[in-house]
């Protein structure tokens, strides 16, 4: 047989093979296994430094278009690597195409696969999106891999003996004009399962976190307490967890005295807190809404650490979610009485999207420090990073003061003879974990100041919501900014040698159109 001939032979047989092996993965992935397919990218993503990450976010017009380049181009190259894969399966057999090769095809296509996936993807084997613990997880990640590129090895053999096969004796040694019906046929099956792949991506597209992650909260409709389904929402996940709390745990486990497990029911046993606690977004800007605010429900987190004992080597405490996201605390912060393991979100159990069955508060922190889907709690030296923290986030994760004017909308146009009364302006403050002690408003661009009052004040750990009449006396073009002064007496600033990967600072600033 000619090698032309087994080579495209193969690759047909390795194209449809790796088709099939997709599906594969796809169907696993409504189990919420994690497959290559989705972990690759987590993986990389350690790599991508904050700068060329947001640049690249930029090019690609934003977070959920990078998930959804990352996810496609996995695919498509998982196709390619597969077709060349069969081309070179075809070139070794073009001497004998019915050599049953099985020991060694097993070898190259399912053991050499397990191997490499297992050393290159080992951080981010322990995931899983129905909430398996972390070790568990690994293995049924592993375990469905290892599926997987069986189905590619057992369609890319059976295929190429399919096109190879001879129709009668006497056309034992070359190809009969059959091949084209059979390659025919081979690719109407490949097409078939591409059609239920295709199915099974949409039922997972269709559950994806693209119509939601980034969703903000701002404007006209905010209120003292987010409502659960208005609160912002920021996942790095494709497809967030939906975790089956009968096969969930939480472990303690790494610098402590006595490790544990705890169920679900177990932490339902503690005395519990209950804390309104604003979240905000690292990369939340000046005029956005990646910020909410809630009253959360749970235990302080040191009522584990009590409990565990941590070495006197422990430093920070490193959260994992069950999505393999993790993130870093300090020891000192994860035992403040107001760092909560939270499984109620105003009155009512997590949201799935907000960490069900736990999250971690941690007030005065950034977002993304308030780990969702929490499996385990490692108690770990100074130099532990978190997911975002390994990719150059920082160093700083404690929130400066903001606010930011809600009402009216930037640009809006006024007549002042049509004004009956004053405008109202209002929005929201700010202070991290240190409260909100004044509210400041500019109508001439930060020249003059004048008091706003505070008709609603959220305590040390939330936002405090703000407002002020305002009766321009004459036609202009005005620009309105806010400052806010935390409970401690700090002026809200510009800090021009922050890290820009800290979270921005600086001041909001609408215009306003004032016309005679
Ligand atoms: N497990 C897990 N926790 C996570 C994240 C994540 O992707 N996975 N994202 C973080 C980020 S960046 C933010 S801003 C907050 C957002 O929380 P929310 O979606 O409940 O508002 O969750 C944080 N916790
Ligand atoms: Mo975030």
């Known amino acids: 047989m000619s090698w032309t001939k087994t080579l495209s032979t193969g690759l047909l047989a390795g194209f449809v093979a790796a088709i099939a092996m997709t599906a594969m993965m796809l169907l696993l992935a409504c189990f919420g296994v994690a497959t290559p397919l989705i972990i690759i990218g987590d993986r990389l993503s350690a790599f991508i430094p904050p700068g060329p990450f947001l640049s690249l976010m930029?090019?690609?017009?934003?977070?959920?278009?990078?998930?959804?380049?990352?996810?496609?181009?996995?695919?498509?190259?998982?196709?390619?690597?597969?077709?060349?894969?069969?081309?070179?399966?075809?070139?070794?057999?073009?001497?004998?195409?019915?050599?049953?090769?099985?020991?060694?095809?097993?070898?190259?296509?399912?053991?050499?696969?397990?191997?490499?996936?297992?050393?290159?993807?080992?951080?981010?084997?322990?995931?899983?999106?129905?909430?398996?613990?972390?070790?568990v997880a690994r293995l049924a990640t592993l375990v469905g891999?290892?599926?997987?590129?069986?189905?590619?090895?057992?369609?890319?053999?059976?295929?190429?003996?399919?096109?190879?096969?001879?129709?009668?004796?006497?056309?034992?040694?070359?190809?009969?004009?059959?091949?084209?019906?059979?390659?025919?046929?081979?690719?109407?099956?490949?097409?078939?399962?591409?059609?239920?792949?295709?199915?099974?991506?949409?039922?997972?597209?269709?559950?994806?976190?693209?119509?939601?992650?980034?969703?903000?909260?701002?404007?006209?409709?905010?209120?003292?307490?987010?409502?659960?389904?208005?609160?912002?929402?920021?996942?790095?996940?494709?497809?967030?967890?939906?975790?089956?709390?009968?096969?969930?745990?939480?472990?303690?486990?790494?610098?402590v005295r006595n490790r544990a497990i705890w169920r679900f029911e177990d932490l339902l046993g503690f005395p519990a807190r209950e804390q309104q606690t604003t979240l905000m977004c690292i990369s939340n800007g000046l005029d956005a809404g990646l910020i909410s605010n809630a009253v959360w429900k749970g235990i302080p987190l040191h009522d584990l650490l009590d409990q565990a004992v941590p070495l006197s080597s422990a430093a920070r405490v490193r959260l994992h979610g069950v999505d393999n996201y993790t993130d870093t605390i300090p020891l000192e912060k994860a035992m403040e009485p107001t760092t909560l393991l939270s499984y109620e979100m105003n009155g009512v159990l997590l949201p799935h999207r907000h960490g069900y069955p736990l999250r971690v508060v941690v007030p005065g922190y950034f977002g993304e420090k308030h780990v969702k889907w929490l499996t385990r709690i490692e108690l770990?030296?100074?130099?532990?990073?978190?997911?975002?923290?390994?990719?150059?986030?920082?160093?700083?994760?404690?929130?400066?003061?903001?606010?930011?004017?809600?009402?009216?909308?930037?640009?809006?146009?006024?007549?002042?003879?049509?004004?009956?009364?004053?405008?109202?302006?209002?929005?929201?403050?700010?202070?991290?974990d240190r409260g909100i002690s004044r509210v400041e408003l500019s109508f001439d661009d930060g020249k003059t100041w004048n008091d706003a009052a505070i008709y609603y004040a959220g305590g040390d750990l939330?936002?405090?919501?703000?407002?002020?009449?305002?009766?321009?006396?004459?036609?202009?073009?005005?620009?309105?900014?806010?400052?806010?002064?935390?409970?401690?007496?700090?002026?809200?600033?510009?800090?021009?040698?922050?890290?820009?990967?800290?979270?921005?600072?600086?001041?909001?600033?609408?215009?306003?159109?004032?016309?005679?």
């Open 58 to 135: 930029g090019k690609v017009g934003g977070y959920n278009h990078l998930k959804q380049i990352g996810v496609g181009s996995t695919i498509a190259g998982q196709l390619v690597v597969g077709a060349i894969g069969g081309a070179i399966f075809g070139f070794c057999m073009r001497r004998d195409p019915r050599k049953p090769a099985t020991l060694a095809t097993i070898a190259v296509f399912v053991v050499l696969p397990i191997i490499a996936v297992a050393i290159a993807l080992w951080p981010v084997l322990g995931t899983s999106y129905r909430g398996l613990p972390i070790d």
């Open 145 to 255: 891999f290892a599926l997987s590129v069986f189905v590619f090895e057992r369609t890319l053999t059976a295929g190429f003996r399919f096109l190879t096969r001879p129709k009668t004796k006497s056309e034992d040694r070359e190809f009969t004009p059959a091949i084209g019906r059979r390659a025919f046929l081979l690719s109407a099956i490949g097409v078939a399962v591409a059609g239920g792949g295709v199915a099974l991506a949409r039922k997972l597209y269709r559950a994806a976190t693209f119509s939601y992650d980034g969703t903000q909260y701002k404007g006209r409709i905010v209120q003292p307490i987010t409502p659960n389904d208005l609160f912002y929402c920021v996942t790095k996940n494709v497809v967030d967890p939906r975790v089956n709390v009968d096969l969930w745990h939480l472990e303690v486990t790494g610098l």
């Open 380 to 432: 770990a030296d100074t130099s532990a990073k978190g997911f975002y923290e390994a990719q150059g986030w920082g160093p700083d994760f404690i929130v400066p003061t903001r606010s930011r004017i809600d009402v009216p909308d930037h640009e809006s146009r006024f007549s002042i003879h049509e004004l009956r009364e004053p405008i109202e302006v209002k929005g929201i403050a700010y202070g991290g």
């Open 462 to 516: 939330a936002w405090s919501l703000w407002k002020t009449d305002w009766m321009p006396e004459q036609p202009g073009d005005y620009t309105l900014v806010v400052r806010a002064t935390d409970g401690e007496g700090d002026v809200q600033e510009w800090e021009e040698d922050r890290s820009p990967f800290s979270g921005v600072t600086g001041f909001h600033k609408i215009v306003g159109h004032v016309t005679a």
